[in-house]
């Protein structure tokens, strides 16, 4: 008999789908720490050519943290349902980050049949977790016919 | 005498300034059209490897799209203020783009002297405008110590 | 043969609707002015006790029109489907509003079959219309076995 | 030597300010719970006339709730500083609540010199706090010649 799975998907199941199928997941860095069936954790790993003036992280690759990670928290329950989309994202910039890792903690609000919504913390390794960076919410479509990667 | 401008930042100085201090929206194949007083308009040149699962253009390409073009639009009102900032992002996807170039169209719905909201609707060359496929909003922080970029 | 209707529900049946149904609305203000398939406007009719510290108009009283504006104009289309629910709603405000009546311009960006993505933009009749007080825009479930109300 | 107060704006103190000069406040039932330097908590009170179509509590009175406990987590902070105003607000709605009192419970996610962003997640006392039926996210802006209501 099987052990029961702690999620229904791994950290190295959603990195061999980013690494097939999300291409623009690896100009930006990213890569899942781990997935839960609570959520997700993501991390951008530090490139200089993700600094904007004034030195710190640009806005939109921590928003292509947070989108993939509030992707790898539904996954992690849903199974791998690729087509599941983001209907909207939002976020707040809460201070800038300097040079290093960002990592974006990501949980379930609601896990509904057409509709999960996120919500993510981020965080930047060199402030530490007492200074978040920024706070993100998301929306995404589940669909219907949903077939998963086998 | 000099004749009027009918903009604080040109496309050559705005894309001068991307070249030089903004890495990533190279990586994101962003470029400014145009820019005027009233908004602007800013481009991501496709590349297969914005595709996500199923297709389509991914979000995070989008989102960086639109805040280029709303840093684009405020730059083009107040000129080269590099330390502009984010605030706060928020982006709805309403359809899919197939595989081609995003057009992000910005304007100015508020400039003040510490905040400045924009919106922006992005459409897909492939579908046209008929069909857009998200819509942003936007607020940026105006730094009160403004030094402009020679 | 009838002639062809400009909307699926007129402003007097949207107005019977709110009266019946929507008690909240009554104290907020609002009735609607037009709708049509291109969208709808609503509005607020000034009481003193919308008023907020500074002698502004309130945000919720903008939320709540902003939010039943979107509410009309995605009914003018699908008909009376009563069951409809905003799933996110976001706002930007730009001035602050005075004393006096606010207008709520609502427009659909994205009609699919179940969900719907509107946006609106909201005036003050004391700055008039070069001046918006507001922006918001707002996403609504359609419930798939939508019953229009006889 | 007084002894040091765990806020700068007790649950007293804003409720007479709400009293006194947020009439829409006592419109939408709402009214403080408890105020602190770390959140704060606003209740609305349930009065039949908040129920929409379907007989759950309608959409702008979650919001306007929500929007009164971060004026209320933000004052705890910096105290009676009444001109501080909301410059964007945001909302998912999670969960249909039933007829009874809603709680928000806000937490500053940032408190900045011109800028505080808070976030509030939204509880049905009867569906209980296991199930939340919105979230919400908003920035206030603060004056910097901010002067206290003595």
């Known amino acids: 008999m099987p052990a029961p ?3 229904n998907l791994t950290v190295q199941e959603f990195n061999r789908i ?3 199928r999300l291409p623009f997941a690896a100009l930006m ?9 609570d959520g997700a954790v993501m991390r951008a790993v530090h490139r200089d050519d ?3 003036p004034g030195g710190s992280i640009a806005g939109p690759i921590m928003m292509g943290l947070a989108d993939a990670a509030f992707y790898a928290a539904i996954l992690g329950n849903i199974g791998a349902v ?3 989309v983001t209907t909207n994202f939002s976020m707040h910039f809460l201070r800038k980050p300097p040079p290093g ?4 903690r990501a949980r379930l609000l ?4 057409r509709l999960a919504v996120c919500e993510a913390t981020l965080c930047s390794e060199a ?3 007492e200074q978040p960076v920024a706070h993100a919410t998301g929306t995404y479509s589940i669909p219907q016919d949903a077939k998963k990667v086998s």
């Open 82 to 84: 690729e087509l599941a």
């Open 127 to 129: 402030l530490g977790d």
């Open 18 to 20: 980013a690494d097939a």
């Open 101 to 104: 890792d960002i990592l974006a």
């Open 50 to 52: 993700f600094l904007r």
């Open 110 to 113: 609601k896990l509904g049949k």
């Open 5 to 7: 799975r702690d999620t």
């Open 29 to 37: 860095g990213l890569r899942a720490e781990s997935i839960g069936f």
